[in-house]
């Protein structure tokens, strides 16, 4: 053998093992619906950082935040065919799919970080079961801080937002805003200001969060802590990809997931209260409901629960028995 054949099929060898390494290595893009200023857009770029770097790069996800890859509505979707690998939903969204997506949406159900947590652990296995039949694999949640109302006027009772139109984002919301005495109008974060100031809504229920990110006090006033509910995002993975993944990386996604969803259990209170201090900062008038506005939101939450359970008694069922035992 010639030194030139000897030495082409040498560097041809090194380049075959570049080639195999580069095989290796997956690049996944990760569609989300809020900007990067929320809990669960942050979380979500820790989750990527710790799974590159703890896989060396061999998996290196891209976070496209805002609703900038993938409408939030079409993110399941395009989980479930495949079109991305991994994306971030809304839970409430699902609920025309699956009655038992709604238990994010009821008003008080559980108000309070510990309820809302005892609550996704009773949800999380009937999700899971649902969401693996549709090739998709939960891997974590962020649960945002409770919604509570916004509004142009001050509201002391349901009357006070008699015939006013509120933004709804979710089958369950519309169905709130109806019992309301409103009508709901469905609306997407990134269209929250301009739909104030043209008058398509003049009311909504959300978080405070989502009211610093969309700069409410540009186009209200009032913010009245209902604390009516706490809703969740949640992550979910093709199961086809996933699968693809070695045995190993597929474990450096689980423990990130892992970490990811106490990590958003543990900063949501905090960043309840800045972003609370932040509406106060900009001149918003925050307040306590009056007791009767939270006696009729309360019977909406009791009409709103029983209806949920009449739509699938069984699946409901077991979701409420967990929770309350």
Not at 211 to 217: E, I, L, N, R
Request: net charge neutral; no cysteine; aromatic share 8%.
């Amino acid at each position: 053998m010639s030194k030139l054949t000897n030495a082409l099929l040498i560097s041809s060898a090194a380049i075959g093992g570049l080639t195999s390494t580069a095989s290796f290595a997956e690049k996944w893009h990760m569609p989300t619906p809020y900007g990067d200023g929320n809990l669960p857009t942050q979380i979500a770029y820790t989750f990527a950082k710790e799974i590159k770097d703890n896989t060396k790069g061999e998996l290196d996800i891209t976070v496209h935040s805002g609703g900038s890859l993938v409408k939030h509505t079409e993110i399941p979707r395009s989980v479930k065919s495949g079109q991305v690998q991994i994306g971030e939903v809304f839970l409430g969204i699902l609920g025309n799919e699956n009655p038992i997506y709604k238990h994010d949406n009821i008003p008080f159900l559980a108000t309070t970080f510990g309820d809302a947590k005892k609550l996704w652990e009773a949800a999380k296995p009937s999700v899971a079961k649902q969401l693996d039949k549709d090739g998709m694999m939960l891997l974590y949640a962020v649960a945002w801080p409770a919604q509570s109302l916004y509004s142009k006027e001050p509201v002391n009772t349901l009357a006070d937002l008699a015939g006013t139109k509120m933004r709804a984002y979710s089958p369950s919301t519309s169905r709130l805003a109806d019992l309301m005495g409103t009508t709901p109008t469905t609306i997407q974060v990134p269209d929250i200001p301009q739909a104030f100031s043209t008058g398509i809504i003049q009311a909504m229920i959300t978080s405070p969060s989502t009211g610093v990110d969309s700069q409410a006090w540009d186009y209200v006033n009032y913010y009245t802590d209902v604390k009516a509910w706490i809703p969740k995002n949640i992550i979910v993975v093709n199961k086809r990809s996933f699968r693809r993944l070695d045995k190993a990386t597929q474990q450096v996604v689980l423990d990130a997931a892992k970490n990811a969803e106490a990590a958003g259990w543990t900063k949501v209170a905090e960043r309840t209260a800045k972003d609370k201090a932040t509406l106060v900062a900009n001149g918003m008038k925050v307040s306590d409901p009056s007791p009767e506005l939270l006696k009729e939101l309360q019977a909406i939450g009791k009409t709103m629960t029983e209806e949920w359970k009449a739509e699938a008694p069984k699946e409901v069922g077991e979701i409420l028995t967990r929770y309350q035992n």
